[in-house]
T-cell receptor
């Protein structure tokens, strides 16, 4: 079984529309993070939400976390063509001072101009 | 501020050869991580350094992989001998922080695409 599975795997929308991506995970976490990866580039950190938070905003991004359902959603409002990328959720489980992120398989978002 | 850099950006080697990947973290970041994404699969954690010490190497696939971070600055990841299934993108990340309970985001490099033929 996988930790951090995104849904849908691919999403295509028109510029200006909102895009919603979901992530589910299986074990208890300390925080959940969303990353973006443009084609051929590295991962860019978008937003981090702690396990005791339910919602967080950053610009056009809105992230929710439901620890009872072990799920998170990423909403991008008023999408732009430049938002076209792969989006990954990653969970972090604290174990002393050890850290590791567990990534999902990602959602490929295409925003059509 | 310079980000995480990785070298080379792309490496093509034959099965059985050795390859060494390098990662330069953001200056001042004690924490350095290696991840990899093999074809069609998720990004997987390999290991975590705190300064020069290996904090967690639970993700290292086998003893053909050797990571070092001498002096606690840059890190190298050596694959010897390389196998076909080692092909993929190897990411490095770094973060601030230390001790119990801290939470800091990890900044990722652009990755090294390794192709083993």
């Amino acid at each position: 079984s996988q930790q951090g599975e995104e849904d849908p795997q691919a999403l295509s929308i028109q510029e200006g529309e909102n895009a919603t991506m979901n992530c589910s995970y299986k074990t208890s976490i300390n925080n959940l993070q969303w990353y973006r990866q443009n084609s051929g580039r590295g991962l860019v950190h978008l937003i981090l939400i702690r396990s005791n938070e339910r919602e967080k905003h950053s610009g056009r991004l809105r992230v929710t976390l439901d620890t009872s359902k072990k799920s998170s959603s990423l909403l991008i409002t008023a999408s732009r063509a430049a938002d076209t990328a792969s989006y990954f959720c990653a969970t972090e489980k604290l174990s002393g001072s050890a850290r590791q992120l567990t990534f999902g398989s990602g959602t490929q978002l295409t925003v059509l101009p | 501020e310079a980000g995480v850099t990785q070298f080379p950006s792309h490496s093509v080697i034959e099965k059985g050869q050795t390859v060494t990947l390098r990662c330069d973290p953001i200056s001042g970041h004690d924490n350095l991580y290696w991840y990899r994404r093999v074809m069609g699969k998720e990004i997987k954690f390999l290991l975590h350094f705190v300064k020069e010490s290996k904090q967690d190497e639970s993700g290292m696939p086998n003893n053909r992989f050797l990571a070092e971070r001498t002096g606690g600055t840059y890190s190298t990841l050596k694959v010897q001998p390389a196998e076909l299934e080692d092909s993929g993108v190897y990411f490095c990340a770094s973060s601030q922080g230390g001790g119990q309970g801290w939470i800091y985001e990890q900044y990722f490099g652009p990755g090294t695409r390794l192709t083993v033929t």
